[in-house]
């Protein structure tokens, strides 16, 4: 199987990729991928959520725009480290994806140097090697890949920092025995006990909610739609279709959970 995911080579995404697949085509943006992904029809690879940064916005908007489903889901424990060419008290300015800067940012504002953000890890490794005085916030493998000198490792704010990671397709995933579901919710309107309206059929049905996050719809100010995860256990299927009644819901699919995958 091909997979569609973030380059360039040796960012989280092309690592995990790699591991789940032998044929990668990489694209230089999130939004890059969503594009490829609707036109060829083959799978792509992207990150959803991160434990220390929440929600991936580009990804979250790509699940919005498109047609397409999730397929599967998996997990990278992400680590990153200070990497430069040049001696730590003579280095100017920082090149970090914003997921990473999040993710380190408490090392980040110790230094209280300026930051520039990329479109990727892999992306801030390439602008180091091309600026004098510089670092990078990237992987050890990025830094091995690019031959930058570690300054500082695991400089993430949490050493347990992990990656969701989601498989989407614009074919719906056909597991008998799916584990998780994902909808988007979008009630269009604004009132007094709206969500609770929306979640009872979950309480009622016993199915336990494992993320739920809103989004600006984009229509107008104030107006939103909630991207809701559930565990496909209890009466599942029910409480969807009672959801779908009360607003109008968008299926991102049912999945299998494909577990966690260790770095390099
Ligand atoms: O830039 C990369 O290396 C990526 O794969 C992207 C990305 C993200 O956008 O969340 C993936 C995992 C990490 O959380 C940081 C960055």
């Keep these: 199987m091909t997979l569609i995911t973030l380059g360039p080579e040796g960012t989280f995404s092309h690592d995990l990729a790699q591991k789940m697949d032998d044929d990668i085509i990489l694209m230089?943006?999130?939004?890059?991928?969503?594009?490829?992904?609707?036109?060829?029809?083959?799978?792509?690879?992207v990150p959803l959520e991160n434990s220390e940064a929440g929600g991936v916005t580009a990804t979250m908007d790509g699940l919005m725009q498109h047609e397409l489903y999730i397929t599967k889901e998996a997990y990278l424990p992400v680590h990153h480290s200070f990497a430069a060419d040049t001696p730590k008290?003579?280095?100017s300015v920082i090149f970090a994806?914003?997921?990473?800067?999040?993710?380190?940012?408490?090392?980040?504002d110790s230094l209280?140097?300026?930051?520039?953000?990329?479109?990727s890890n892999a992306a801030s490794g390439q602008a180091q090697k091309e600026r004098a005085n510089s670092a990078a916030i990237i992987s050890e493998s990025l830094a091995k890949r690019y031959e930058i000198p570690i300054i500082d490792r695991n400089i993430e704010n949490n050493l347990d920092n992990i990656t969701r990671f989601i498989v989407i397709s614009s074919i719906k995933g056909t597991?008998?025995?799916p584990q998780k579901c994902s909808i988007?919710?979008?009630?269009?309107?604004n009132r007094a006990g709206l969500l609770y309206d929306l979640l009872s059929p979950f309480k009622d049905s016993k199915v336990n909610l494992t993320r739920i996050e809103s989004r600006p719809?984009?229509?107008?100010m104030g107006n939103y739609v909630f991207f809701i995860d559930i565990q496909c256990e209890g009466a599942w299927m029910e409480a969807i279709e009672k959801i779908s009644r009360i607003t109008r819901i968008k299926h991102l699919g049912c999945y299998q959970v494909l577990g966690e995958f260790p770095c390099r």
């Design 184 to 189: 988007i919710a979008d009630p269009g309107e």
């Design 28 to 45: 230089p943006s999130i939004g890059r991928v969503f594009l490829e992904v609707a036109k060829t029809g083959i799978s792509g690879l």
């Design 217 to 220: 719809s984009k229509r107008c």
């Design 97 to 108: 994806h914003p997921q990473s800067h999040e993710q380190c940012s408490k090392y980040i």
């Design 112 to 119: 209280g140097l300026p930051v520039i953000h990329t479109e």
């Design 89 to 91: 008290d003579q280095i």
């Design 175 to 177: 597991d008998a025995y």
